[in-house]
Each structure stands twice: as C-alpha cells, then as structure tokens.
C-alpha cells in the first residue's frame, strides 16, 4: 500500500509497504516467468525447482523483477485513486528494506511542474517574399553547371576538373584498410578526400605519378588513422577538363519541360518564391511558439531538466554511433569540451522542456482535439498517395505511425490556433 508522505517543491514522496505474503507471491510469480532463463544439470530447461535456482544463482535471484513489478503495479493503482498527481517521469526508488516479511520503500515523484501562460496575444509579422535577379542567376549557373561535359585533357589538373587515377596510402610505411582504389574518379575542389589531397594534385598531368602528403584529422572516425601522417602514391590515368554549354533556348528545351529560357527563368522565379513563402510561414510559426514560451511562467525542477539532458545526450551519441563516431572525438574535432558541451545541453534540454510543456497547456486550456473525421481525412490523402484504400493503409500502420499521425495533426490545429491569436 502507498501513502504520501510529504511533498516539496516540484517533487512528491510516497512510502510503499508490502507485506511479507504478497512479497512472497511476487517473487513466485517472478520464478514462473523466469524459470526458463536458466540452465541448471539435471533439469530440463524451465522445469528445475525453485529452490535449486536460488541455490545455484543465489537466494534474492527473482527478487529484482518482482520488486519491479509489485513497485509498477502499486504506484499505477496510487495514480489510478489519485487523478491529481501529475507525475513527469517513473519515480525514482528508494530500498529501505526487503526481507522475506516484505518490502519498505520510498518513491519520489517529480511531478509535472505548473504552467502560467501569457495573453496569447500576438502581434508579429510575417516577412514579405521576394525574389532577385541575382537570384535567378545563381540557379540558372547551377543549371548549366548540371550539363557539363567532361573531356580528356594533357593540360595540368586544376580544380573544378576530375582526375582517374589508382593510388594506394601507407601509414608508417604500411598499406591501411580503405587506403587503396583502382580508376578513381575525384573531382578536384570536391572536399571528398581528407583535407589536402586534392589540392595535392593540383597540376598534375595524365601519365604523371606524384606522391601526395597527408595528416589524418585527430578526430578521425578510424582510431588508428587519426592524427597519422599518410603518404598516397597516386598514378594518374586521365585529366578530364570541364566544357560548359552556352545557356540558350536549344539548351532549355533540350534538357528541361521549358520551350526557352524565359519560360525556364519564370520557373525557377516560382519556384523560389514558393520555397521563401513557405520558409517564411514556418518562421512566423516559430516565432509564434517562441513569443507563447516566453510569455509563459514555468518553474520546472532542475531533476527534470538534468533527466531530458541525459536523454538528449544520449540520443545523440546513438546517432553518432551509427557514424562510427564517439562523442569524445566529436567534441575534440569541433573543439568542445565536455563540460561545456553539458553547459549547452542543459540550457537547450531547459528550453525544449519549457516550449514542451507551454504547447500542452495551451492544447488542454483551449481543449484541442483531433476528430475522428480529422483522422481519417489525413488516412485518404495517404491512401491517394500510395495508390491505397483507407482501410489498407489504416491496417498497415502502427501504433507509432498512429500516435505520429494524431500529434502532427495536433500541432497543425495549434498552429492555427496561434494563428487567430494574431494580430
């Protein structure tokens, strides 16, 4: 059973106290779930008694999971009686006692922390869209950069041209893994080798070998390159310099939908005031939820913000991980130390908990909520989409693809609403 105890300033602390006979109850039912985790001589698998367990693996060997699970199931039925209590996270446990006649435990509860907000009254304007010749010609150099012809050349490498070369790196002397191709295609001025290398063979001619001098950044990905001198014997096979087409009609209508270049240049005017109308709507959209934020009072628990830190953190170093990365080398390449990067993180994980929690009593005060037709509206547009009926698309989706689908909708109906509030 639990009990409140006290409370504080944005944390309640309950004690729980279980009885030796629902102890006992728990940590059978823990052995039932478990029993077949374990290999014990002489038993099948799942089948050797529970005594025999705790005596090969020790005798509080099931105690862990049922103390998880009578703690889960005690405090959902204290929140259950008690609509009240708001808490922001799973309650941090404090073990005063477990003995075979039962358990003593404290739970602290940081709870959801009050919101006060603003007028909801805004007066910010969207910025107005424009498009420049200059503009226009910046995408129409890109276009007839996307044409260009590549032909073979005995005059020196410069950038801007590609170079088909085998080259083979040592280290120390040493071939290293990744260190070595055959008929490479580089674009000179690419950045797609290490810092140095291109422009290493800046000048060379086709026929010409040259040995190119390199330093591995101190971050690099690869441990043993890192920081390590390299020595790359490149042999180069073909110098291929860039031709660029002369931009006219027989060029547009030869490569685009367009019949001339002024039908081209108008599209491309569309198309980037399109995209700087809409970047400004999503800037007036932030600058909505930004404006709402500030003018909101929240007193949020410094435990609440060290917890989203944590998990922002954390998130991070996964994504990392899947570049081969560490967050240290990360750190040290964009010459960041470890406690100022936590520094940073704690001030966003504060601001990103504040905006959070603002959005969702501005949703709850204005009762903002997604409607079945809403919901099912958003289905057929997918449904069109993908060439579907609703009902298709519906059963494919998941519970996160659900839940991902209501929140975007939610956030379009906040957006809306902050939209009227401004003046």
Not at 135 to 144: A, D, N, P, R, S
Not at 238 to 256: G, H, M, R, W
């Given at each position: 059973m639990?009990?409140?105890?006290?409370?504080?300033?944005g944390e309640l602390q309950l004690h729980l106290v279980i009885d030796g006979k629902t102890w006992q109850e728990?940590?059978?039912?823990?052995?039932?779930?478990?029993?077949?985790?374990?290999?014990?001589?002489?038993?099948?698998?799942?089948?050797?008694?529970?005594?025999?367990?705790?005596?090969?693996?020790?005798d509080t060997v099931f105690y862990d999971d049922a103390?998880?699970?009578?703690?889960?199931?005690?405090?959902?039925?204290?929140?259950?009686?008690?609509?009240?209590?708001?808490?922001?996270?799973?309650?941090?446990?404090?073990?005063?006692?477990?003995?075979?006649?039962?358990?003593d435990v404290t739970l602290k509860v940081t709870l959801m922390p009050e919101v006060k907000l603003g007028k909801l009254e805004f007066n910010i304007?969207?910025?107005?869209?424009?498009?420049?010749?200059?503009?226009?010609?910046?995408?129409?150099?890109?276009?007839?950069e996307s044409q260009a012809r590549?032909?073979?050349?005995?005059?020196?490498?410069?950038?801007?041209?590609?170079?088909?070369?085998?080259?083979?790196?040592?280290?120390?002397?040493e071939l290293f893994e990744g260190g070595t191709a055959k008929d490479y295609r580089l674009e000179l001025g690419s950045h797609s080798f290490i810092e140095g290398f291109e422009e290493g063979l800046v000048g060379v001619k086709a026929g010409e070998k040259r040995t190119v001098k390199v330093t591995f950044p101190a971050a690099y990905p690869a441990e043993n390159l890192a920081g390590q001198d390299a020595e790359f014997e490149c042999d180069v096979k073909?110098?291929?310099?860039?031709?660029?087409?002369?931009?006219?009609?027989?060029?547009?209508?030869?490569?685009?939908e367009f019949a001339n270049l002024e039908e081209y240049k108008a599209s491309i005017k569309a198309k980037l005031l399109s995209q700087k109308e809409e970047a400004n709507e999503r800037k007036l959209e932030n600058d909505l939820i930004e404006q709402a934020t500030k003018d909101a009072s929240v007193d949020i628990p410094k435990s609440m913000i060290e917890h989203e830190?944590?998990?922002?953190?954390?998130?991070?170093?996964?994504?990392?991980?899947?570049?081969?990365?560490?967050?240290?080398?990360?750190?040290?390449?964009?010459?960041?130390s470890e406690e100022e990067y936590n520094k940073e993180q704690l001030a966003e994980a504060e601001i990103g908990l504040k905006t959070r929690l603002v959005l969702q009593k501005i949703i709850k005060d204005n009762n903002l909520q997604i409607t079945h037709e809403e919901f099912h509206e958003k289905l057929h547009q997918i449904a069109d989409k993908q060439n579907k009926t609703c009902h298709e698309v519906e059963e494919g989706?998941?519970?996160?693809?659900?839940?991902?689908?209501?929140?975007?909708l939610l956030m379009n109906k906040l957006i809306a609403f902050l939209k009227s509030k401004n003046k």
């Open positions: 639990i009990t409140r105890e006290k409370s504080q300033k728990a940590v059978e039912k823990s052995y039932e779930k478990n029993k077949g985790k374990y290999s014990i001589q002489g038993f099948r698998k799942g089948k050797a008694p529970r005594k025999v367990i705790e005596k090969n693996y020790g103390f998880e699970s009578l703690v889960t199931e005690e405090y959902g039925k204290f929140l259950d009686e008690n609509p009240d209590v708001e808490p922001s996270d799973y309650p941090r446990t404090v073990l005063n006692s477990m003995t075979d006649d039962g358990l304007k969207k910025a107005k869209a424009s498009v420049t010749e200059k503009e226009i010609e910046g995408e129409l150099k890109k276009f007839v590549f032909e073979e050349s005995k005059d020196p490498a410069e950038m801007g041209d590609f170079v088909v070369m085998d080259f083979a790196g040592r280290v120390k002397g073909k110098v291929e310099k860039k031709k660029l087409p002369q931009l006219n009609d027989k060029l547009v209508s030869f490569a685009t830190k944590e998990h922002n953190i954390a998130d991070f170093e996964n994504r990392l991980r899947y570049q081969n990365i560490k967050l240290k080398d990360y750190l040290n390449y964009i010459g960041k989706l998941s519970d996160y693809e659900i839940s991902y689908i209501q929140n975007d």
